[in-house]
């Protein structure tokens, strides 16, 4: 059996292989409502076979959306419909989870952020958030965990990356806050942990937690690597089981050396250094690139994003690559 094959246990929750769908914005929803594109896209990608199923960035507050096609767990009634997500992908043997997200500057409706820096020269200047404006943040977190909850899903994403709200206090050229939340680096982590202590008041202790960060800004004088393991180790001793280590998306200056497996040496060296499971991700295509990132200890998850656009079935086609011995749907097996 290989280890991508194998199963994996995070808190009470078990991974039957370590294949997950990367969260990818499907730009579908109306309103913040999901609707039947969601269910056969995320639905499909279960029946594919995915050990974990990390559901597109959802908004937690109608300000907090990327675009008007964005997912939201801002009111109560938007549970409804992905109730039934969930439970069709927990039929099909993958664990629903979901990435939560706050989008700041790259908002598409009214934009704040840390300091009133716009991402671009051509945007209009986002407003600072006071001290009100983050406390709604941190419990708009929290109220949108408590619904993620009782809409069946199993495991929560915090997303701290690409640019968005979380990353823009992080780094040092989005946060020039003369407050508790800006200049130091203690400072800049404040908002992320103080949303990470919100939602467990109301995320179950037994549920996973994980937290997806852009390990650099891939710029001068920006959040580093460096930063990102110390970060990590102290994620890792306030409950947060695995960080999901992807990167950029900070400036639009930024210098990405992209190539197959280009972020990988970050998910290894957060593994090793800050004792704390780790996620790879971007460009990972191949079944036996993803063992070898496996076998060679430099992260627990392999997260798949575009490739899964292409094949909703990929672990069903990785699995015959590596010789491993799955269980098909049932309604499929002729095509086995
Ligand atoms: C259409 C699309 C939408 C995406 N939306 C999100 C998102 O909602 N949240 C997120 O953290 N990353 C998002 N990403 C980034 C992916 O999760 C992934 O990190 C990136 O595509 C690199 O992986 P890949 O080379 O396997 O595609 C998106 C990527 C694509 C292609």
């Given at each position: 059996?290989?280890?991508?094959?194998?199963?994996?246990?995070?808190?009470?929750?078990?991974?039957?292989?370590?294949?997950?769908?990367?969260?990818?914005?499907?730009?579908?929803?109306?309103?913040?409502?999901?609707?039947?594109?969601?269910?056969?896209?995320?639905?499909?990608?279960?029946?594919?076979?995915?050990?974990?199923?990390?559901?597109?960035?959802?908004?937690?507050?109608?300000?907090?959306r990327?675009?008007?096609?964005?997912?939201?767990?801002?009111?109560?009634?938007?549970?409804?419909?992905?109730?039934?997500?969930?439970?069709?992908?927990?039929?099909?043997?993958?664990?629903?989870?979901?990435?939560?997200?706050?989008?700041?500057?790259?908002?598409?409706?009214s934009?704040?952020?840390?300091?009133?820096?716009?991402?671009?020269?051509?945007?209009?200047?986002?407003?600072?958030?006071?001290?009100?404006?983050?406390?709604?943040?941190?419990?708009?977190?929290?109220?949108?965990?408590?619904?993620?909850?009782?809409?069946?899903?199993?495991?929560?994403?915090?997303?701290?990356?690409?640019?968005?709200?979380?990353?823009?206090?992080?780094?040092?050229?989005?946060?020039?806050r003369?407050?508790?939340?800006?200049?130091?680096?203690?400072?800049r982590?404040?908002?992320?942990?103080?949303?990470?202590?919100?939602?467990?008041?109301?995320?179950p202790?037994?549920?996973?937690?994980?937290?997806?960060?852009?390990?650099?800004?891939?710029?001068?004088?920006?959040?580093?690597?460096?930063?990102?393991?110390q970060?990590?180790?102290?994620?890792?001793?306030?409950?947060?089981?695995?960080?999901?280590?992807?990167?950029?998306?900070l400036?639009?200056?930024?210098?990405?050396?992209?190539?197959?497996?280009?972020?990988?040496?970050?998910?290894?060296?957060?593994?090793n250094?800050?004792?704390?499971?780790?996620?790879?991700?971007?460009?990972?295509?191949?079944?036996?690139?993803?063992?070898?990132?496996?076998?060679?200890?430099?992260?627990?998850?392999?997260?798949?994003?575009?490739?899964?656009?292409?094949?909703?079935?990929?672990?069903?086609?990785?699995?015959?690559?590596?010789?491993?011995?799955?269980?098909?749907?049932?309604?499929?097996?002729?095509?086995?």
């Amino acid at each position: 059996m290989s280890l991508l094959f194998s199963p994996l246990k995070i808190k009470d929750i078990v991974f039957k292989n370590r294949i997950v769908i990367s969260p990818m914005c499907m730009y579908s929803a109306v309103d913040g409502y999901a609707n039947d594109w969601h269910l056969v896209h995320y639905g499909s990608r279960a029946v594919g076979g995915a050990g974990l199923i990390i559901q597109e960035a959802t908004a937690v507050s109608e300000e907090g959306r990327i675009s008007t096609g964005d997912l939201g767990l801002y009111r109560e009634e938007h549970s409804e419909m992905l109730q039934k997500i969930t439970a069709f992908i927990h039929q099909h043997g993958a664990v629903a989870g979901i990435q939560l997200a706050h989008a700041g500057r790259k908002g598409c409706c009214s934009t704040v952020a840390p300091s009133a820096i716009a991402f671009a020269p051509e945007d209009n200047e986002p407003l600072a958030l006071d001290e009100a404006g983050i406390q709604k943040v941190i419990s708009d977190f929290r109220t949108a965990a408590q619904r993620a909850l009782k809409a069946g899903y199993k495991l929560i994403e915090i997303h701290a990356a690409h640019g968005y709200l979380i990353h823009q206090f992080l780094s040092p050229l989005s946060n020039r806050r003369t407050d508790n939340y800006g200049g130091s680096f203690e400072n800049r982590i404040r908002l992320l942990l103080e949303i990470v202590k919100e939602v467990q008041t109301v995320w179950p202790g037994n549920l996973p937690l994980f937290v997806r960060i852009s390990a650099t800004d891939w710029a001068e004088d920006g959040w580093d690597v460096d930063e990102a393991v110390q970060l990590a180790s102290i994620l890792n001793r306030n409950g947060v089981d695995l960080i999901d280590c992807s990167s950029g998306g900070l400036v639009p200056y930024q210098k990405i050396p992209v190539g197959p497996g280009y972020q990988v040496p970050f998910a290894e060296r957060l593994r090793n250094e800050s004792q704390i499971l780790t996620s790879a991700v971007g460009l990972i295509t191949d079944a036996r690139q993803a063992e070898e990132i496996l076998q060679k200890g430099q992260a627990d998850l392999i997260l798949i994003a575009r490739e899964s656009l292409r094949d909703p079935y990929y672990p069903l086609h990785a699995a015959k690559l590596l010789g491993d011995e799955i269980v098909w749907p049932q309604q499929y097996l002729r095509g086995k």
